[in-house]
């Protein structure tokens, strides 16, 4: 199993509330239809000087690599990749 955490922050202007409650409905319904993505969950932060946290779960590196690539993902990330300002990322096999 691969754990994928990456942290955002969202452009100046940008509704934060809105755009994570709107990232969170368009990634999340993706487990069960990317393989290999087991788990996905999208929260606002609190401290730390970012916005929002992804935390995913999947079988291996493999199935993480095809995720980036995913027809699915790529379509819901055209909604609000220009929303995004910076980002933080780790990977660690379990």
């Known amino acids: 199993m691969v754990k994928h955490i990456v942290i955002y922050s969202l452009k100046n202007g940008v509704d934060k509330d809105t755009a994570v409650k709107t990232i969170a409905s368009l990634l999340e319904p ?3 239809q990317v393989p290999g993505l ?3 969950e999208i929260r606002r932060t609190y401290q730390g ?3 929002y ?3 995913s779960e999947f079988e ?3 199935a993480l690599a095809n995720y980036a690539t995913h027809p699915l993902h ?3 990330k055209e909604h609000f990749w220009t929303w995004l300002d910076n980002r933080v990322c780790a990977d ?3």
């Open 49 to 51: 000087g970012m916005d």
């Open 30 to 32: 993706l487990v069960g």
């Open 92 to 94: 660690y096999d379990c």
């Open 38 to 40: 087991e788990k996905l």
């Open 60 to 62: 291996s590196r493999e």
């Open 74 to 76: 790529l379509a819901a």
């Open 53 to 55: 946290c992804l935390y």
